[in-house]
């Protein structure tokens, strides 16, 4: 990852980037570029997009997906528990909140994965270093100042910032810059409110090209002319792509909606960024929790429900996958003030087309804790990273080992994440997705050696209705999706028969 | 001691107050000496300033907020501090009331009453110069602090720990210098007030019980009091403050090996603030060249420091309260705990753009959505203010020094030059030119759009 420059000659050459408004224009204000300056590199081919939703506070975990079957959270938590009647059952015993029926009804159609108990070791609980570990992607003892986003985006844009893409590298629906952007060699992120008001207001910023002499102010400068820079060059394209895209569905009127439905739009108008991050504050619920945490949650559920109709309408959702994350969990007991003290692990939301959907993992341990009460952490949360990085953004494995100096095994997020092979099994066939389905199903099984498979439909009475694959697979994992629009509405099997010996079965519901 | 020049007062002025005029920078000149400077304006005791208004002295009630007096107040407690900055002359009181409110940091959103957040003003005010320590302890019990970190109604058998623990990491000691385990104890110790009104009281039966705790190995039956005179006993307190004290008035990142003599200035002197900002601000480490200009101005200083050195008689405080939430500088609404991290952090695309319709506004009378200013400059008065106002050349050398802390090269002062002449020579340039007016407004607009301009 380093670079051979010395920050200091990046600096200086950064500075660079501002020509093309030389300083003899005339008339105050300047106007933003009309055409590109010169120095760009051609457009990098329009990919998949990431949407990075980071819960501001430190999220509580247990009343988000709630093991509302185990008697011991009813015990830590006499006031502030949330009831197995009135939460929204998942499977396994694990249930989600009960506000978060958006998310649900996603949930059911096969388009959210939730990984249980995400953290890391030796969990810090400030929120300023928690959540600075989580936007750089480091161990808890190691001090990194470049988020992992902008190191995937070095990597993405290798000529930034001698040169800079046509559109913007990563957009921050928002006012302050988040270190999950910002690297030694410079800042990768655009970020505003609202596309056309962000255009009107850099249309007066100055800009020249000259270099600034190598001194501590000289580097504050330099900085101030990067961002400068950046903002003119990037304005136009955004404001355009805001005007040629559109939304297709209606946003709840609250800041995340409004944040998520600006990020469909400049998807929607071809805008090529790959990363967004929007932002929502309020978790730190030390005390009263109850309906602020059950509003919070409406408010994700909702804007991402109304997100992900917006995108599947537009046909542009299969290339779009969003991403929570929250600094830590909280606390196992309650404490006096019916809130949560700051904790560790908790779960992450990934949500989009082709994730797998389901639970990865099961509820926390909630007996065997660590010595502050907290719950220890099942999952890294850079096996989550890595595997959006690999299965959604299509970095090599290399890469992402080099982004977090560390190789992380995936986690089987998405269709085409590796499943994790258990002891002796061979052969793994996944729950039918959505189920109940009505139309179209979604058939997944994963070969962990080269075998021979069919893969069919069967009715109760076990009669084979149709074979949807047969032949010799190598290891990997196979999806299939299923034209079901002609079965009647019932309950039926899909059975995957191995060269192996195994057979499994997986019950699926139609319905009309 | 530090070379008395103009380059090092105004270094000195910059960093001290919320920006300076011409006239301000020319009175501190008159003094002649740092100590002179130091001891009889910028440190100087100065009397406590009049309420904003009689609600701050009434009993917050859940109905001013239903009937929209909330948010009136909390604009006219904005308008009085941004009033007794722009009108500081040369003492830097405000600067420290500034900086021990993004110290001690507590958000309106969650404190609800301005009346708390007054009284939490006036502490601050009140201990800008003096005892660090005494006023942790009375921040400790203050009621707006003790709603914002959830000190309020917090028992001892099940303590929030949510104060405790950023006494330690954000107000005293840093991150890595306690343990979780001291954090639950000093919860302990913390337990027991609640707030009514303008007022905290302790109620004993809602403290802890046990016959003592263990607080960084000592093991007591503390109080309040106890337990912040064990946390200054640590080494890192005093360290930690002053690190925060360097980055804030000298360069953001700090010299360690300074801020150890600092730290040994504040223990010598226990604890009192005003012995070691004389120490600091007669430093050579302060007066080190390459630190000038090299601090990014935050949005209060930028807001209220280009009205004085517009020499604006009543700059409009409705356009600076709206402007200082687009510039992610909300008085009395801090991002979170740890306050406003400064520096780089102020300027992204948006703000940065903010910035320049702010200056922009003071010129043309309008903001950036259109909406009027009130007290904008007029120009041509405000040029011929200068000695060589009609001498183009050196009016534009005139005004880059004086506006602009990192010195700019011949090719962006002939930039301003042209800018200034719009189409005349240098040898027909006066302020009494018909179209000098706008000239003017041109060449000012300019000068505070150049990016050095944000420096300090």
Known sequence: MKKELTRSEFLRRMALL??????????????????????????????????IIQLAGGNDGLNTVIPAENDTYFAKRPDIAIKKVDALALKNSMYLHPSMTGMKSLYDQGNVSIIQNVGYANPNRSHFRATDIWNTGSDSNVV???????????????????????????????????????????????????????????????????????????DELAFLKQISSASIQYSTVIRDSALKGANSSTYPATNLAKQLGIVAKLISGGLETPVYLCTIGGFDT?????????????????????????????????????????EFGRRVNQNGTTGTDHGTAAPMFVIGNTVRGGLIGDNPNLTNLDTNGDLKANFDYRQVYTTILSDHLGLSTTSTSQIFQKTFDRLPIFLNSPLIAEAGVKVTLLDPAPNPASGHVRLQFAAFEAMRVELALFDMQGQKLGTIFAGDVLSG?????????????????????????SRITKRLIIIN | MPVWNATNVGHLLARTLFGYSKNDLSIALGYASYNYLLDLTILKDVPTPAAPNTWVSTVPAASQTTSGETGTWYREFNYWWFNLMHKEGLNMREKMVLFFHNHFSNERDKVVYPQNMYAQNVLFRKYAFGNFKQLVKEISIDPSMLIYLDGNNSRGAAPNENYARELMELFTMGIGNYTENDIKQAAKVLSGWQVSGLTASFVPARWYTETGVTVFGKTAKFDVNALIDHIFDQKATAEFICRKLYKEFVYYKPNEAFITQMAAVFRANNFEMKPLLKFLFTSEEFFTAVYIGSKIKNPTELMVGTSKLLELPSPDYINMYDMSKLLQMQLFQPPNVAGWPGQRDWISSTTYSYRGGFTDSLITGKRYNGVAVTGKLVPVTYAQTFMNSEKAVEFVDDVSTLFLAFPITAKKKSFLLDTLLGGTIVKNWSTYLPGANVNLQQFFKAVMRLPEFQLC
């Open chain 1, 18 to 51: 501002s020509g093309g408004v030389g300083l003899g224009i005339s008339g105050i204000p300047g106007q933003a570029y009309a055409t590109l300056p010169a120095g760009l590199s051609a457009s990098v081919s329009t990919g998949n997009v990431l949407v």
């Open chain 1, 286 to 326: 030390h005390a009263n929790q109850l309906n602020q945490h059950a509003n919070l949650w409406k408010q994700i559920s909702d804007a991402v429900a109304a997100f992900q109709k917006d995108l599947t309408t537009q046909k542009i959702g299969d290339r779009v996958t969003m991403m929570t994350f929250s």
């Open chain 1, 144 to 218: 990194l100042e470049e988020g992992w986003a902008a190191r995937y985006l070095a990597e993405k844009y290798p000529g930034y910032p001698i040169s800079m893409p046509l559109h913007p590298m990563a957009v921050q629906l928002g006012s302050v810059e988040s270190l999950l952007f910002q690297s030694d060699i410079g800042r990768f992120g655009t970020v505003f409110e609202d596309p056309n008001l962000f255009y009107q207001l850099v249309s007066g910023t100055l800009a020249d090209d000259e270099i600034p002499p190598a001194t501590l102010a000289g």
């Open chain 1, 477 to 501: 994992t196979y999806t299939y999706p299923a034209d079901i629009s002609t079965f009647p509405a019932g309950t039926y099997l899909v059975s995957l028969a191995a060269s192996t010996g």
